[in-house]
């Protein structure tokens, strides 16, 4: 496609605000009622195992609920036009794959998937775990102070690319939020796709702010 032909994208909450799922550091934030370090935090699931179960529950089930929005479709295709692409997401919802996304890397786990808390099995999980399973079963979801998955595979990404876009985070977490600097060393052109700008903007070559569901299918368009 045209100019670039090795993308790295990286996501955050908010390309899927305009899905129905609640950011983590906006106004109507998600962690507005909870503490962050109570529901993510490995400490916080030790300390109250039925909140933290409760509260990835009901997200779990939130999950039928969605949908994914144009922006995630919108990248789904450009996956399709070109040859080499990564798509690495902090979120732990499922709707790049809904829209048709392949190529995934959930850094920050899955809603989706559960993980026993002894032998350290993974599974798919679709409903709500159980009282009796609250400290056997886990969400398999990255907490912070844990490390986040795919390390390996998303530098090799972010240094290989020669485009990389950076959309809907806050670029407040890390590693996450040094991804750029990978890429932006390694000599790709580095974009930021967001609502408003964020502590990292100067870094990127450019600044697109507007709601993901417009501002990404219009740039992917621009790229055609
Ligand atoms: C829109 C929009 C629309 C809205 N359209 N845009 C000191 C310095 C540096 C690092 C550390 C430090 N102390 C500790 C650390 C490490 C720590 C960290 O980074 N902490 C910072 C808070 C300082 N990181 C970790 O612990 C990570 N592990 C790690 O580093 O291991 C090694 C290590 C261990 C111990 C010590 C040091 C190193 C793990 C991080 C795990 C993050 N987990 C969470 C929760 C997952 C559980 C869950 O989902 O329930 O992941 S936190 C939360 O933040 C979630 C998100 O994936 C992540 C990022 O948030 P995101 O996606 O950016 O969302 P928001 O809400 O912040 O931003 C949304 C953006 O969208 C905004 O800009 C809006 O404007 C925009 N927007 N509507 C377009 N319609």
Known sequence: ??????????TGAGI?????????????G???NHDI???ASPEGYADKPALVQRFYNARRMQLKEVEPNPAHYALAKLESMVSEFALVTQNVDDLHERAGCKNIFHMHGELRKIRHTKTGEVKYF????????????????VWFGENVKYMEEIQIAASKCDLFLCIGTSNQVYPAAGFVQI???????????????TALSAYYDESHLGPASAVVPDFIKSLL
């Open 37 to 39: 370090m109570e529901v």
């Open 183 to 197: 890429a932006k060393e390694s000599g790709a052109r580095c974009i930021e796709l967001n609502m408003e700008s």
């Open 16 to 28: 899927s605000a305009e899905s129905g799922i609640k950011t983590f550091r906006d106004a109507n």
């Open 126 to 141: 679709e409903g709500e775990v159980s009282k009796e399973d609250y400290l056997l079963w886990r969400p398999d979801i």
């Open 1 to 10: 496609m045209g100019k670039y032909q090795n993308i790295c994208v990286l």
């Open 30 to 32: 998600l962690w507005e």
